[in-house]
């Protein structure tokens, strides 16, 4: 859809920015912290790049009040980020540290006298590590039943204080890379395990909705989801087919119970033939049809493109050395992989990639805009969306053209899709300051603001404002009218660019 003009943002939006405790805070056993997950996965050798830990990551939390500060220059009116649960309950229940608690507070206190808004979730992946050692983390609906007084006990805390609440921050990933590929906390290759942490997390992220609601219906809660939409490889019906089990297996098996309170139909279908269900109580349905978010968080990084599966494509078939014939041998990929007779992924031959290999795929943003808000009708705030690139600091300055280029095109793709009809109230970049990235270390930076660090701990920790810090607070104070199709900013005169300040 072409559109002359583009609609305004509404005036209340929210340009913020966001974090989470793990990556950037530091302190990691420090006034009573517990341990968490985390700090002992990053341990364990070879799991992270060059054995990188979150100990000192940026020390935000020594350093919250020079950072607020850059974020009240920057004009910045939202603040996403994540209390570590261990912090406030050193072994996930029981016993509250008061100091951790205490630097919240202060954080949120500072945040607010400085205008902007906090925006808290409750869980970025660091669970206590107590949990996991008790009841086996996720896999024990204990954990749940821990999960949910600690939100509680949060949202009468800061009651008045904080509105915007999300519950778990991409709950596809930490549940797929930790019980499936092994790659995060607690390292298991299971898929059934996955699944049954995975229903876990849906009936406690369910409580503490309606939890939250009950408590006080002014608050707004929702969960941050990971999403990336999937292309068909090209118009053969078998990959258009392949692009919609792939949608279904990827976004609509999470984002359906989130808003609907139920699994999707083909995907829980096709599962539940393999024996791979989780095992769903009926009581759960009940819980898991009673709570229903404000709002959804989309957190957009790319997409992904996908064919016919290997069993219905000629072509693939010849490739690959599987034995389509053999029926146990079925069952046991099956296992492993229910989503090897949906779809297989190929790759886009349109879009570049990052040094990460990440597609950059501004359109690609509006699309999920459009096809997240099209199926669940419900506001949407981006809760992340950045690129990880390898900053230099030289001579005090951080010249981060290919950020601000990437930014600029997702937000003109944002602004498009508002004008398409799609609600969107807010949008946080990934980050604001540099931080861990969770296995690629301290070089992969995505934040407005440098922070002097490398692998091993070494570095002042200064922070240095690099040229998207300008950027981003331009983009701020004309409240996005700086993002236009036309022309970029540069290209504007300098009357100009006075008018677009003004609106
Ligand atoms: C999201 C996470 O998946 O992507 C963030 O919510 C993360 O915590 C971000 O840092 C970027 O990922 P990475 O692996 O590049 O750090």
């Keep these: 859809m072409y559109h002359k003009f583009l609609d305004k943002f509404p005036p209340q939006f929210l340009w913020g920015a966001a974090s989470a405790a793990y990556q950037c805070e530091g302190a990691a056993a420090e006034d009573g912290k517990g341990p968490s997950v985390w700090d002992a996965f990053c341990r364990i050798p070879g799991k992270t790049r060059n054995g990188t830990t979150g100990d000192t990551a940026v020390d935000f939390y020594h350093r919250f009040e020079e950072d607020i500060a850059l974020m009240k220059e920057m004009g910045l009116k939202a603040f996403r980020f994540s209390v570590s649960w261990s912090r406030v309950f050193p072994e996930g229940e029981g016993n509250i540290n008061r100091k951790g608690l205490e630097f919240y507070d202060h954080l949120i206190d500072r945040l607010l006298e400085n205008g902007i808004e906090p925006m808290v979730t409750l869980y970025h992946w660091d669970l206590p590590l107590a949990l996991q050692e008790k009841y086996g983390g996720w896999l024990s609906r204990k954990t749940a039943d821990a999960f949910v007084p600690y939100a509680g006990f949060l949202f009468a805390r800061w009651r008045g204080k904080v509105r915007w609440w999300i519950t778990f921050n991409e709950q596809n990933v930490f549940t797929g890379l930790g019980y499936r590929f092994a790659a995060h906390p607690p390292g298991e290759k299971d898929f059934r395990h996955m699944m049954q942490a995975n229903h876990i997390v849906n009936l406690a992220n369910a409580r503490t909705v309606r939890l939250a609601h009950q408590m006080d219906p002014t608050f707004r809660i929702g969960p941050s989801f990971g999403y990336g939409p999937s292309y068909p490889l090209n118009a053969d019906p078998g990959n258009v087919l392949a692009a919609l089990n792939a949608d279904a297996f990827n976004n609509d098996w999470w984002l359906d119970v989130y808003v609907k309170g139920r ?44 064919q016919a599966n290997v069993f219905e494509n000629p072509q693939l078939s010849k490739q690959k050395t599987l034995d389509t014939t053999d029926p146990y041998q079925m069952q046991a990929d099956m ?20 040094e990460w290999g990440w597609e950059i795929d501004p359109k690609g943003f509006r699309v999920a805009l459009r096809k997240m808000y099209d199926r669940y009708e419900l506001p949407i705030i981006v809760t992340e969306n950045g690129i990880g690139t390898m900053d230099v600091l030289e001579n005090g300055k951080i010249h981060d053209t290919q950020r601000i280029e990437y930014l600029r095109q997702h937000l003109l793709e944002m602004r498009k899709a508002i004008t398409d009809g799609v609600e969107v109230i807010g949008y946080c970049a990934w980050s604001f300051t540099d931080l861990l990235s969770w296995l690629n270390g301290y070089r992969k930076r995505y934040g407005f603001v440098y922070v002097d660090r490398d692998e091993q701990d070494g570095g002042t920790l200064n922070r240095y404002r690099k040229d998207s810090f300008h950027w981003y607070a331009d983009v701020i104070r004309s409240n996005g009218n700086s993002i236009l199709p036309e022309r970029t900013i540069d290209e504007l005169t300098e009357q100009e660019w006075k008018q677009v300040c003004q609106k």
């Design 263 to 306: 699994y999707p139909r083909f995907v829980l279908k096709h599962l539940e033939r393999l024996g791979l269900a989780p095992d769903i109580r009926e009581e759960d349905y009940a819980i898991l049809e009673g709570a229903r978010p404000d709002f959804l968080g989309m957190n957009y990084y790319h997409g992904g493109t996908v």
């Design 335 to 354: 296992e492993e992989s229910p989503e090897k007779v949906m779809f297989e992924t190929a790759r886009n031959p349109y879009l570049e990639s990052t």
